[in-house]
Structure formats: structure tokens, C-alpha cells
């Protein structure tokens, strides 16, 4: 490259570099950031469903709060009533759902009287067909019942007795509360009673910072509480509490990790180059290419996916190799040759290193999935911004720079020494590594549990355990979500999928299931002609019988939705209910008791509108998916590397060079086993990165025009560098990351082992 | 819901008083020793503000080993089973109800209550209801249950069993003013294990 107006460069990068300043300005306001793991998934998985009902479905979900609490004072009232009052000074809670009032209670019995026309459940359904012949029967058999507890004033006021029918069907669906003293109750195996506490999260608080802060406030007022009444007990369980552990974890992770890393980090470049410059260089490259590749990708899908943002540490990792190579070419030679003979020393060497990455890159734009593509994107932008400014601003900026040799040169010669002569070196440590690659490949194993995601508190596992066992309310989060323009289309969806589901009940696929107990307005219509015509038998068959009944009572009330979500008796089921601006209504259905999920979501594939969501199967669905992907397109990019290689330096040297690449990878891999850890998403991560920064050394090291002991020293910083920062992932407490630390750092280390072995051949012969 | 609460208190109440003996204690102690009961019944269920009884009639097993079996004959046949984990229902021909003890924790707890009362379980009785024993004479006694814990004292006022060497009458007295008056005939013992069709008749499946 020949540089003849290197000034010009600098300032038309500047040029560029503002107008990017300005492009990220302007679409930062009107982007948004997506984290929903969902928007990852290959297009054709979740296209049923629209986005903007899942996300509300998740966003209301994540929000709830429930508590258990047991214990009774001495006139036997419920301590839940306490702790209720304690709840209530938290302006973040809001909903808090506790006792129902008796006026409440008596709205419940209002609304079955008065809509018992309109709330028929599926079995009075079958009963009334056919004139009410099995509807008469039953009538009779439950009056005659001792176990019934039928009162004459119940067979006056409801003769079809509707209203018993429809509280039978409720109490049969599996719904584990029950109302006590205006509670609801469940018992425990011990025969405890536990009141059932319910709350909202304002819908603000969304940062973490706040969210500790609730959580604080909750944990004082329970330990108040405790105190008060040694003789309750509290279970809590809400997304809240899991979310807040987690970003503590984070937090103190990031607290210790970091901290550490950024001072070894500044120690490192000042003892290196005797100047604070070289991390503020690297820094500046770092952020250009974030820069670049922000505006890219906002410009290109108007938001970024945090998947993309996690990748952009890639960057970081190998865009400092870009600076670091170019200023300890300075460090050294800094006396002897300008910055702009420096760059024209290193300059091809950078290109290729950054051409070949972004070719790499390059392919996983191909990829259908969007994540991917963002990140891909984001990954050719950012480094070739990155190398950018070291071409064009970095020889001015390190103007001055003081010069000398580089720490432990006569180690690093000998070193160099070693590889060039020994042949023990040169093929032992190879095919060492190789046999050790071997042996730890061979015995991997393969997880895309999303569980690995989170290591997850006891105690919260604990408390969520025993309330789920007692309430019945599973929180592995599958459902059906029915959903439709209008809340009537949603209903007679529902409908539909109300036999399925019995069904799949009876051929053990699931266990239970809950569907809002509500009726489409079609079908109260039909309803209501089953009633008028069953009606007049019925009165008949009991008059025969001598039971004297008053006329019955025919007329439909037409029940709206807009009724029942008013009424106390939606009470826990609006949970469930959804309804977007633009009218389109969802609900939820969740199932328990799914062995396969494959052969549920089969169940519905015919019903439009019905969607089966197992966030857990689609979570884990998207690991597997994009681990093998990932996978695939490293094997496409050391093709790409081993073909460009090849055509450079022949056949031979091109094959040697590529040696420290697959090895790099291979023990990366390896080194799970030796931990125990499994192959994960990320650790594919991992090895993209160990592939990209790998390449930098080889390149670095197969330079022409370079010293090599100046390669290897800067390879030597980059490396120990990326150990610094990355590295430190290692000791995360959550297994994903931690493996993605693990594979990183040896692949990484491999890479730097064997980076000698580019050594240009030629240079061996001078 | 109440149907089910009704029926299992209903099967605690006529296993518990399968006795000859002349106090609590040893009425409890007897509980035990009979694996397998059966009987005739006769029921007559007077409703508040009906002109007349609703009698019905039939036979039950209680078999300590696989539940309690109420089959009524007349007028008009129906079935309910109720073992640990289940409650079957069947009036005629028609499908039968299952609720199992998963579908319904409401009911599993009844159970665990009837389990308790099976292996005489005093400190159970006890906790659910205040309990009048009198002996009347001549082998034959009366248990006056007055329910103390919810829902059982929504449901009923008193419980009254007559019984001798076997439980002989059982009146439940509502909330809402109903009673019910099962009187038992007929007991027999041998063979003590459940004939091919009484298990058939078990069967919830």
C-alpha cells in the first residue's frame, strides 16, 4: 500500500468518523433493542404468532408476584392479612390481590345466577343434546344424592341446575385453591394451610437498579414480618425475584472481574510501551469500530439484538491486536523508521488479516437467521472501521511514542530460536497438542439446555417448588395461545380447541389444562336454543317424578367479555386474557404434565390461530439450531482461511500455516472435557472468536517484511491482553459463560503455542 | 365440589364405627380388624320444602384395601368408587365422572383424612370434629360429630352414628336444614377378599 498523502487519510477518516457520530445520532431515538430470544428462532417456527402479543404475554408474566404465607393468630385470622398490610406500603406493587371481599363474594354468586344461561361448560353441553334426556337423569340422580347437598331452594331457583354444573366443571379442571374465608387456600402434605397472595410490578420498573432496590424493601418487610409473627411462614416466587439474583451475580462478577482486569490491563501497557498512549489508542480503534458497526446495523434493521451486542466483545478482542501490532512495531523501531514506514511494514499484513476475518464474517451474512446476520454485519464494519483508524490515524497519534526493546527479547529469540531448529519443537508440540485433541474431542458431550443460562438460586428454587406443588400452577411456561382480530373470533377459536385438548388429555400427552371458562356470543346463541328446546322435557320428566319445580327460566343474557373481565369471578383468569390496542385478543392455555413437545404442537396445526409456545423446547431449540450453525460456519471459515492461505504461500507453507488454526480450535474444544463441561452455543461462540483472533497471530507471524520477535511480542501482548479481558470469564458462576472462558483461553493460548509455525519459510533460508 | 366433600366424609363416617366396643378407644382400636365389609342400604333424603322422601336403596363395600363401593339399585342405578387417588361416578349408562386426587387436592386431602381414620387415626378425628361418644347399652352405641374446621362445618350440622357389632344408621344433618338417614342391613364379612366382579365393580378405569 502505498500511503503518499497520508494526512489527507486522516482527516477523511475524521470526516467519516463524524458523519457516523451524526448517522448514530439520528437512528439511535427510533431503534430499539431486542432481546427476545424468540426473534432469534428461524422465521418459520414462530411466524404464527404475532410479536407484539408475545410480548406483551411475556412482559405481563414477568411482572407477577405470589406469595404463600401460612400461620394464624390467636382468634384464628389468617397472618396473611399482615403481611398484606406490609405489602401494601410498596407503591411498586400494585393489583395486590388478597381476601375477597364478602361483597365480592356475593357478586360471584350474582353473576353464575344470573349468566347461568350463558356459562354452559362442554359437559352440560352434551347432556342438554337430544331434549335434555341425560340432563333429567342427572338432575334426579343428584337429588336423590345423600353426597349432593341439593337444597329445594337450589331446585326452585336453577331446576336445570346450570349453575351446580358449571361449579363442577370449574372444580374438576384442576384449579387447586380453594376459597376459605374469602381466601384462596391450598394445603400442603402436611395439612398446612397456605394463603395465596397475588401482586402486579408496576410496569416502570424495569432497570436493575430499581429492581434491587423493590427487592431490598420486599426481603426487609418479610424479615419485619417474621419477626412479628414467629409462627408464619412466607414462600415468594415472580420473575422479579430471579431476575434481581441474577443481576446482583452480574454485578459482583463484573465488580471483581473488572476491576481487576482494567488495572492488570493499564499496569501491563505502561510497563510495555513506558505510556498511558498505546491503551488509549487501542481504545480509539475499539470505538470506531463499534461505532461503524452500530450505525451499520441500526441502519440496516433499525435494532440491535443483544445477541449482536454480546458478540461485539469479538471486536474488542481482535481489533486491540490491530493496535497492538502496530505500536510495538513503534515501540521497537520507533527511532529508525517513520510511522508511515512502520505502517507500510505491517500494513499488508493487517489488510490480509482483516480481509480474511471479514470473508469469514462475510458468509454468516448467508445465514437465514437474523441474529446472525446482525452480528455478522456488525463484526465486518467494526473491524474494518478498527483497522481503518490504525491506518489512518494511529501514525500520528503515536508520534513520539518512546522508543526501546520490548521486555524479554533474548527469551522471546530463543524461543523463536527453538522453533526454527528443534525439530522436537517444531512437529512434538504439534502433534502433542493434536494427540490431546483427540483424546478431550472425543469424549464431549452436547447440551443446549437453556438451564446452563442461569445458575439458579436454592432458595428461590426451593420456595417456587413447594408453591408450585401446592398450586398446581406449574412455571414451565407452555401454553396455547388462542388468539384472533376480535375477542369472539379468539373464543370459537377456543372452542375448537377445547376437544383437542380433552383429548390429548386422555391419550396421556398432557396432564392438565386450563382454558378460560367463557363462551364465544355464537355459541351462547347456540346455548341458548339447546336450553329453550331441553327445557319443557325436563320440567316434564320431573313433574312425572313428583318434584315440583317452577318454570324454567330460558332467557339468555348475552355475557361479554367486557362482563366477565369486570366480574370478581375472573379473578385469576385475566392473567390469561390479552387484548392489544387494535382489538386483536389472545389468550393463554397453559398445559402441565408435556412429555413431548413436538407431538403437542402437532395437536393444533390445523387450527388457525392456535399457537403452542413451550418457551423452554423454543429456547432450547434456538441453542441447538444455532450451535450447529455457528459450527458450521467456523468449518466455512477455516476453509476460507486454508484457501487464501494456500493460494498466498502454496501449497506446503500454506497447509503449515493452517496447522495453528485447526489445532486452536480442537484444543479449545478439548479443553471442555478436561473441565467436565459440555459443548454449548457458547462455546461455538468461543471458537468463531478463537478462529478470528487465532488468524491475527499467524498472520502477524507469517509477515515478510516484519522481525519476528517484534510479531511475537505483539502477539504475546494481544494475547495476554485478551486473557485479561475475556479470559476473566473463566471464573463466571454461570456454566455459559465460564465454558465460553474456558475454550477462549486455551484456544487462544494453542493459537499463540503454535502462531510460530507461520514463520515464512524464506526468512529460515536467509 | 360439594358432591365430593359429601362422599368421602360419607365413607370415613361408616368405616369408623365397624365395632362391638363399649368406648371411643375401643371403638377406634376395632377399626382395623374387619378387611372387608358388606352391606345393604336404605336411604331416605328428605329436602326442606319438598312434599315428599327420595328413597333409594342399594349395596356398599368398604374394603380396607381398595376404597369404599356405593352402588345403588334403585330407583335407578349409579355407581361411585373411591379409592386413594380417584372418585369415579357413573349414574346409568351415561360416561363416568373420574376425578382423580391430581385434578382435585381438595378431595386428596379428604383422603389423607380418611386414610388417617382407617388406621384410627384419633388425633385426626379429633382436629375436625368436637366428639360425643355415648354407650347405650347392651353392645350398641352412638357417635355425635359436630364439625369444627372448614368446609366441613359449611357442610353439615351434626353427624350421627348408631351402631352395635356394625354400623347400623348414619343421619346427616345440613347446613340448610336437609337430613339424609342411611340405615345399613345385612352385613356380611366372608369371603374377606373382593369377588371377581365386586373387583370389576372397582374398577375406575
Known amino acids: 500500500m502505498t500511503l503518499n498523502n497520508p494526512r489527507h487519510f486522516a482527516i477523511y477518516w475524521a470526516l467519516l468518523c463524524i458523519a457516523l457520530v451524526i448517522g448514530l445520532g439520528r437512528l439511535l431515538p427510533e431503534s430499539h433493542l431486542n432481546n427476545s430470544v424468540l426473534s432469534l428462532l428461524p422465521t418459520q417456527i414462530n411466524q404464527n404468532l404475532p410479536p407484539d402479543i408475545y410480548q406483551a404475554m411475556t412482559e405481563r408474566l414477568d411482572r407477577q408476584v405470589v406469595w404463600m404465607v401460612s400461620g394464624e393468630d390467636e382468634q384464628q385470622r389468617p397472618l396473611a392479612q399482615k403481611w398484606l398490610t406490609q405489602l401494601h406500603s410498596i407503591p411498586e406493587l400494585h393489583a395486590l390481590q388478597g381476601p375477597m371481599s364478602s361483597e365480592q363474594q356475593q357478586q360471584w354468586g350474582r353473576y353464575f345466577s344470573l349468566h347461568r344461561n350463558n356459562n354452559i361448560d362442554d359437559q352440560t353441553r352434551q347432556r342438554l343434546a337430544d331434549h335434555g334426556e341425560q340432563q333429567a337423569r342427572w338432575i334426579v340422580s343428584q337429588l336423590y344424592s345423600a353426597f349432593s347437598g341439593v337444597s329445594s331452594q337450589e331446585l326452585q331457583h336453577d331446576p336445570l341446575m346450570l349453575i351446580r354444573g358449571a361449579q363442577l366443571d370449574l372444580a374438576s379442571k384442576g384449579n387447586a385453591l380453594t376459597l376459605q374465608q374469602g381466601w384462596l387456600t391450598a394445603r400442603d402434605k402436611q395439612g398446612t394451610t397456605w394463603y395465596f397472595l397475588h401482586g402486579e410490578l408496576d410496569g416502570a420498573v424495569a432497570n436493575m437498579g430499581e429492581n434491587h432496590q423493590l427487592v431490598d424493601k420486599i426481603n426487609a418487610l418479610k424479615t419485619d414480618f417474621l419477626r412479628h409473627y414467629p409462627s408464619a411462614k412466607v414462600l415468594s416466587r415472580g420473575t422479579l425475584f430471579y431476575s434481581d439474583h441474577a443481576s446482583e451475580q452480574a454485578k459482583r462478577d463484573m465488580l471483581h472481574l473488572g476491576s481487576t482486569t482494567i488495572i492488570a490491563l493499564i499496569l501491563l501497557i505502561l510497563w510495555v510501551f513506558r505510556s498511558i498512549r498505546p491503551l488509549i489508542l487501542s481504545l480509539i480503534s475499539i470505538s470506531v469500530g463499534a461505532l461503524a458497526g452500530g450505525v451499520v446495523v441500526l441502519a440496516i434493521w433499525h435494532e440491535v439484538h443483544m445477541m449482536t451486542l454480546v458478540m461485539s466483545m469479538s471486536i474488542i478482542g481482535i481489533s486491540t491486536d490491530y493496535s497492538l501490532y502496530y505500536l510495538c512495531e513503534r515501540r521497537v523501531f520507533g527511532a529508525v523508521s517513520s510511522p508511515w514506514q512502520s505502517l507500510t511494514k505491517v500494513g499488508k499484513t493487517l489488510l490480509l488479516a482483516v480481509l480474511t476475518t471479514i470473508i469469514a464474517y462475510g458468509i454468516m451474512l448467508l445465514a437465514p437467521f437474523p441474529g446472525i446476520q446482525q452480528m455478522a454485519a456488525f463484526s465486518i464494519a467494526g473491524l474494518s472501521a478498527s483497522c481503518l483508524t490504525v491506518y489512518c490515524w494511529h501514525p500520528w497519534l503515536s508520534r513520539g511514542l518512546p522508543v526501546n526493546a520490548l521486555p524479554f527479547t533474548p527469551f522471546f529469540l530463543r524461543w523463536i530460536a527453538l522453533w526454527r531448529h528443534n525439530q522436537w519443537v517444531r512437529r512434538g508440540i504439534p502433534m502433542g497438542l493434536a494427540f490431546l485433541s483427540i483424546l478431550g474431542v472425543s469424549q464431549l458431550r452436547i447440551n443446549d439446555d437453556i438451564a446452563q443460562l442461569q445458575s439458579l438460586p436454592q432458595h428461590l428454587v426451593v420456595q417456587e417448588k413447594a408453591i408450585t406443588e401446592m398450586t398446581h400452577q406449574p412455571s414451565d411456561q407452555k401454553w396455547f395461545v388462542v388468539y384472533g382480530p376480535t375477542p369472539e373470533i379468539m373464543l370459537n377459536r377456543l372452542a375448537e380447541l377445547r376437544p383437542l385438548l380433552q383429548q390429548a388429555e386422555r391419550r396421556h400427552l398432557i396432564k392438565q389444562w386450563r382454558a378460560l371458562p367463557l363462551n364465544s356470543l355464537a355459541q351462547q346463541n347456540k346455548d341458548a336454543a339447546l336450553i329453550k328446546q331441553a327445557a319443557p322435557f325436563i320440567e316434564k320428566r320431573l313433574t312425572q317424578l313428583g318434584i315440583p319445580t317452577t318454570p324454567i327460566n330460558t332467557i339468555s343474557l348475552p355475557l361479554t367479555p367486557d362482563i366477565w373481565l369486570k366480574s370478581p369471578v375472573s379473578e385469576g383468569w385475566r392473567l390469561l386474557w390479552f387484548q392489544l390496542a387494535d382489538g386483536t385478543t389472545a389468550s393463554l392455555v397453559p398445559v402441565s404434565g408435556v412429555e413431548n413437545s413436538r407431538e403437542v404442537a402437532a395437536l393444533t396445526q390445523h387450527l388457525p390461530g392456535v399457537v403452542w409456545v413451550d418457551r423452554k423446547a423454543s429456547f432450547d431449540d434456538v441453542f441447538s439450531h444455532y450451535r450447529k450453525l455457528i459450527s458450521g460456519l467456523v468449518i466455512v471459515a477455516l476453509i476460507v482461511i486454508a484457501v487464501s492461505a494456500m493460494i498466498r504461500q502454496g501449497w506446503k507453507q500454506g497447509f503449515i500455516t493452517l496447522v495453528p488454526s485447526v489445532l486452536s480450535l480442537t484444543c479449545g474444544l478439548a479443553s471442555l472435557t478436561l473441565r467436565g463441561e459440555p459443548v454449548t452455543l457458547f462455546s461455538m461462540l468461543a471458537l468463531n472468536l478463537v478462529l478470528g483472533i487465532g488468524i491475527n497471530y499467524t498472520l502477524f507471524f507469517s509477515n515478510p517484511r516484519g522481525s519476528a520477535v517484534v510479531s511475537l511480542q505483539a502477539i504475546t501482548l494481544a494475547l495476554i491482553t485478551t486473557l485479561l479481558t475475556l479470559g476473566m470469564l473463566l471464573f463466571s458462576s454461570t456454566e455459559a459463560i465460564s465454558s465460553f472462558g474456558t475454550v477462549l483461553c486455551s484456544g487462544i493460548f494453542t493459537a499463540w503455542l503454535l502462531s510460530p509455525l507461520a514463520m515464512h519459510s524464506r526468512r529460515k533460508r536467509n | ?205
Open chain 2, 1 to 205: 365440589m360439594k358432591k365430593l366433600r359429601w362422599s368421602l366424609v360419607m365413607s370415613y363416617l361408616l368405616i369408623l364405627p365397624f365395632t362391638k366396643a363399649a368406648t371411643l378407644e375401643q371403638v377406634q382400636q376395632q377399626l382395623t380388624s374387619h378387611p372387608l365389609i358388606r352391606a345393604h342400604f336404605e336411604q331416605k333424603r328428605t329436602i326442606k320444602g319438598m312434599p315428599q322422601t327420595l328413597n333409594s336403596s342399594g349395596d356398599m363395600i368398604i374394603s380396607r384395601t381398595d376404597g369404599l363401593l356405593w352402588q345403588q339399585k334403585a330407583p335407578f342405578a349409579m355407581r361411585l368408587v373411591l379409592k386413594k387417588e380417584s372418585l369415579l361416578q357413573q349414574t346409568e349408562n351415561q360416561p363416568p365422572q373420574v376425578i382423580t386426587a391430581q385434578s382435585n387436592p381438595q378431595m386428596f386431602q379428604f383422603n389423607h383424612l380418611l386414610t388417617a381414620l382407617l388406621t384410627a387415626d384419633k388425633n385426626t378425628l379429633n382436629t375436625n370434629f368436637k366428639m360425643t361418644f355415648t354407650s347405650l347399652g347392651n353392645e350398641m352405641w352412638q357417635i355425635n360429630l359436630i364439625p369444627i374446621t372448614t368446609p366441613l362445618d359449611k357442610l353439615f350440622r351434626t353427624i350421627t352414628i348408631n351402631g352395635g357389632q356394625f354400623i347400623e344408621k348414619v343421619t346427616l344433618n345440613d347446613k340448610q336444614g336437609d337430613t339424609t338417614l342411611i340405615t345399613f342391613s345385612e352385613h356380611r364379612l366372608s369371603p374377606p377378599q373382593l369377588t371377581a366382579k365386586e373387583h370389576a365393580d372397582f374398577d375406575t378405569q
